[in-house]
């Protein structure tokens, strides 16, 4: 019977190659020929973990008939469907299958999260332009966001804590499509239950009165305005990715990079290895920041490493999941209450892996 168990994934390979074309790399796989020379021996090891780490909630921005179709019918799709009301939610695709829901995407250092992570997608408009229905570019105050319903919510309460469960996901890896997708993406929106869903163990999620404990200790330990840096070195250490796509060019040929880390440099000063610097180390970023707010000259090339615009929408992602009512009443918070959130979010749930969701 062991045998049977491994019989059924190369079978399935198989059809699906069979119904390929017939190209070299076809050929190739089709080599892989099950016969009765070998022997399967069950030796199991500690050393593993569950390819689930993080779940991501989004909204269709569609109508029920039009989301159903899309999602089944088109290339995108996601595990889950929540529909407008009623108790019935779909399963469109197995939660062991990658599902096309996140797209180019990444959060704590790793990307691509349709490998990693589960998604739902729950039917709502999103939201209309007031001034401008039609418009693509509409100004963030002129945004009417839809509601969930309450039927949603319960559905989303029940799905949601039935996944974290299963596979004990990082409550900071419970996340909005918006945070995955900086700049991208503004799904599920600022009206998703994120605070009743950490009510009932989902998720992350903080109280005015402990942002404000963080607040009064920044307050007492940094005078200053706290630099657009320190927040985007935060953010990024957070999660968000806000890096300069143009950022390692950059780096290389960055006479200041070779000032602050000679140990990367050869010779001829260039780099060595760009990639072998540990950008997720939060000393490091730290060590940037020290040297940038010492060096004010020097420290414009150093915030280089991220982009201005990304992290404005990073602030609007964050602020849309964890401050929701700044989010909707356009007045998100100074840098010093983002700092102090997002302190009291580390504290209260502290990072289990250094990066990416998994242990
Ligand atoms: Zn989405």
Redesign the pocket.
């Known amino acids: 019977m062991k045998k049977f168990n491994y019989l059924i994934p190369v079978f399935s390979l198989l059809a699906i190659s069979c119904g390929k074309s017939n190209n070299d790399s076809d050929k190739n796989k089709s080599e892989y020929t099950v016969n009765n020379k070998y022997e399967f021996k069950d030796t199991p090891s500690k050393g593993f973990n569950d390819r689930i780490s993080a779940l ?1 909630f ?3 921005a569609l109508d029920q008939d039009k989301s159903l179709e899309t999602l089944i019918k088109g290339n995108v799709s996601a595990h889950w469907l929540i529909p407008e009301s009623g108790n019935t939610v779909y399963k469109l695709v197995s939660e062991d299958k990658r599902s096309y ?3 180019i995407s990444s959060w704590k250092r790793r990307s691509d999260l349709n490998d990693t992570s589960v ?1 739902i ?1 729950i039917v709502n408009l999103g939201y209309t332009c007031i001034n401008n229905p039609k418009s693509d570019q509409c100004p963030k105050n002129e945004k009417k966001w839809y509601k969930y319903t309450d039927d949603q919510i319960s559905m989303i309460l029940n799905l949601a804590k039935d996944i974290q469960n299963r596979y004990k996901i990082d409550p900071l890896c419970v996340v909005g ?1 918006s945070d995955i ?1 900086v700049g991208r ?1 503004v ?2 929106g600022p009206y998703f239950p994120w605070q009743q869903l950490a009510n009932a163990g989902v998720g992350a999620w903080v109280t005015e009165d402990e942002i404000q404990q963080q607040l009064k200790l920044i307050q007492n330990s940094i005078s200053d305005d706290i630099t657009t840096f320190t927040l985007q070195t935060r953010l990024y250490e957070f999660g968000y990715d806000i890096r300069n796509s143009n950022y390692t060019d950059k780096f290389i040929d960055n006479e200041l990079t070779k000032k602050i880390f000679p140990e990367f440099s050869d010779t001829d000063s260039k780099i060595k290895n760009w990639k072998s610097i540990p950008f997720d180390n939060l000393v490091l970023l730290n060590k940037l920041n020290t040297y940038s707010s010492k060096n004010t000259t020097d420290a414009i090339n150093i915030k280089d490493i991220f982009d201005i615009n990304l992290t404005m929408s990073a602030i609007d992602a964050f602020a849309m999941h964890f401050l929701p009512e700044e989010f909707l009443s356009n007045e998100v918070a100074d840098n010093k209450k983002l700092l102090a959130t997002i302190q009291a979010l580390l504290i209260k749930y502290p990072n289990r892996a250094k990066s990416g969701c998994g242990y």
């Open positions: 991501v989004h909204y269709t829901h996140a797209g998604g997608e499509h997708a993406k799904d599920p």
